[in-house]
């Protein structure tokens, strides 16, 4: 079994162009499903997998107390790899066909206020690393970047005369996002004044790097924005993609159109962008039960 599990790991990489952290999604999905197979059911052919087996696994994660949400998201890496057996191994069943997704609960995303905003880009220091950070910072609450985009960012992405930035988002694919002129200030600043420091005599094309002077990482960028938050006495949790939620959120606040809000996301389907449209309905109750002198 684990041939054809090797075989739709490596279309998943090389003709989809799947990042790594999405590969390692479907490789742990696809572990778990196929040990429960192997150990449990003693099913050890592809071909011998009925729909049943594909419940019990699902019952299996449902007894785990896993959430609906990473079921789903189980479910999901599931049916895509029988597809792909069925389709170039000429298996003849689809196993995982017509079994219902659990409904995911919708919890609206956390975004921070214009305020709070304000608050976390007012990074006072002229050293290297302030100067970096004021602008990574920037740049992820003016584009909506994920975070592993703005870490995978080049110094050649950056357009800052037309004043737009490239990145490459899921599935390997472009977009092009504006960039405003607060970011692009701070970029040309870290630019001008903090990279060539950081990186010394290393060779590197990316754009943020750490105190090392080598790309910075994921990881790397979690732990400085947990940093600045506790430093600017900010004491709402706040995760790289809550810069990316406040960024949506704001546009539609604003009066910017769903389908442009969509595209600068990156999101290849509306109805996941359509969550912020009820994140500002929720705000302007709020604001309301405020202020209404009758509410």
């Given at each position: 079994m684990q041939?054809?599990?090797?075989?739709?790991?490596?279309?998943?990489?090389?003709?989809?162009?799947?990042?790594?952290?999405?590969?390692?999604s479907y490789r742990r999905d696809l572990k778990g499903y196929s040990t429960y197979l192997s150990s449990q059911l003693q099913v050890n052919q592809w071909a011998n997998v009925e729909?049943?087996?594909?419940?019990?696994?699902?019952?299996?994660?449902?007894?785990?107390?896993?959430s609906a949400?990473?079921?789903?998201?189980?479910?999901?890496?599931?049916?895509?790899?029988?597809?792909?057996?069925?389709?170039?191994?000429g298996v003849k069943k689809d196993a995982s066909l017509h079994i219902e997704t659990p409904k995911k609960e919708r919890k609206l995303p956390k975004v921070l206020s214009s305020q709070e905003v304000d608050t976390l880009l007012s990074i006072n220091g002229s050293d290297p690393l302030s100067i970096r950070n004021r602008a990574m910072l920037e740049v992820l609450y003016a584009t909506g970047l994920r975070v592993s985009e703005l870490t995978s960012l080049k110094v050649t992405d950056l357009h800052l005369t037309m004043g737009f930035?490239?990145?490459?988002?899921?599935?390997?694919?472009?977009?092009?996002?504006?960039?405003?002129?607060?970011?692009?200030?701070?970029?040309?600043?870290y630019l001008a004044q903090s990279r060539d420091t950081l990186v010394r005599k290393k060779s590197t094309d990316a754009l943020f790097v750490n105190?090392?002077?080598?790309?910075?990482?994921?990881?790397?960028?979690?732990?400085?924005l947990k940093g600045i938050s506790k430093q600017l006495g900010i004491n709402k949790e706040i995760t790289p993609h809550t810069l990316r939620h406040?960024?949506?959120?704001?546009?539609?606040?604003?009066?910017?159109?769903l389908r442009s809000v969509q595209e600068m996301l990156g999101h290849a389907d509306i109805s996941t962008t359509q969550i912020y449209t009820h994140v500002s309905k929720a705000r302007l109750k709020d604001i309301y039960k405020s202020y209404h002198p009758r509410a």
């Open positions: 041939d054809e599990l090797n075989d739709y790991y490596h279309y998943l990489l090389v003709e989809r162009g799947l990042s790594d952290n999405t590969l390692q729909r049943t087996h594909v419940l019990q696994y699902l019952y299996h994660l449902n007894d785990q107390k896993k949400a990473t079921i789903a998201r189980s479910l999901s890496s599931i049916r895509a790899f029988h597809q792909f057996i069925v389709r170039e191994y930035v490239r990145c490459f988002g899921k599935g390997s694919k472009e977009r092009i996002i504006p960039l405003g002129d607060l970011a692009k200030e701070a970029v040309e600043a105190h090392h002077g080598r790309p910075l990482s994921r990881q790397g960028f979690w732990k400085i406040s960024f949506a959120t704001h546009l539609l606040e604003n009066g910017a159109d």
